[in-house]
């Protein structure tokens, strides 16, 4: 069965500083993995997706990730932290079948000045 | 495009009673999930529709959780009658269909408080 760990529930950087949330994944399949943010109050928003393309993928706000598969990691970075990145983030694996994305328990970013 | 949209966006009710929750996806997205999402944890889903017909349930507790799709567009999830564990944030989400390299794209979610 697929499944994703979080490495750290709560991350916390200093404004401009680099970001880095890690996420290592299980699965018997080639996987698709993504990362979502959640902001306060809000639903999940799509970051960036991992597709067996390219191994480095850019996604939105600056963030970029990189498919390690012999490490079975896809971290999370970011060069410089700004303090609207403040949230709550999300990395999730695709299954095969029906395809349901499951998620792990999630990061919570603090960024101070 | 319109996003995923949720009603209500809080609910507070006793235990023992019932809540309902509705779903309206984005137009032209077969494929509708219902997660719920605990406190502190990440979200899991509880069912999940490919046009109205039910693809995966089987992470929803039947006893007490029903969820409908009827024709194929919007959804309701209904928990009758609730307990203090069902208090969690309800996240509706869609996709065009099942394909494996898409994301989702979620609504705003319903926080449901249960006391």
């Known amino acids: 069965a697929q499944s994703v760990t979080q490495l750290g529930s709560h991350v916390s950087v200093s404004e401009g500083a680099l970001v880095l949330l890690r996420c290592n994944y299980s699965?018997?399949?080639?996987?698709?993995l993504f990362w979502y943010v959640q902001y306060p109050n809000q639903g999940l928003q799509l970051l960036l997706k991992?597709?067996?393309?390219?191994?480095l993928v850019k996604g939105i706000n600056g963030f970029e990730a990189e498919f390690k598969k012999s490490e079975t990691s896809f971290h999370l970075t970011k060069p410089s932290a700004h303090m609207s990145d403040a949230a709550e983030y999300f990395c999730?694996?695709?299954?095969?079948?029906?395809?349901?994305?499951?998620f792990g328990a999630g990061t919570r970013l603090a960024v101070h000045p | 495009e319109a996003g995923v949209a949720q009603s209500p966006r809080y609910k507070i009710i006793e235990k023992r009673q019932s809540v309902a929750f509705w779903c309206n996806p984005i137009s032209g997205h077969a494929t509708l999930y219902w997660y719920q999402q605990i406190l502190g944890q990440g979200p899991k889903l509880l069912i999940q529709?490919?046009?109205?017909?039910?693809?995966?349930d089987s992470q929803l507790p039947k006893d007490r959780f029903s969820a409908e799709r009827l024709k194929g567009v919007d959804s309701t999830l209904k928990i009758q009658p609730a307990k203090l564990e069902d208090s969690a944030v309800y996240l509706c989400a869609s996709s065009l269909d099942q394909k494996p390299n898409q994301g989702y794209t979620f609504g705003s979610g319903t926080r449901l408080t249960v006391v």
């Open positions: 999730a694996v695709r299954t095969g079948g029906y395809n349901k994305l499951i």
């Open positions: 529709f490919q046009n109205n017909g039910v693809v995966d």
């Open positions: 991992y597709t067996s393309a390219a191994t």
């Open positions: 699965s018997s399949v080639p996987p698709y």
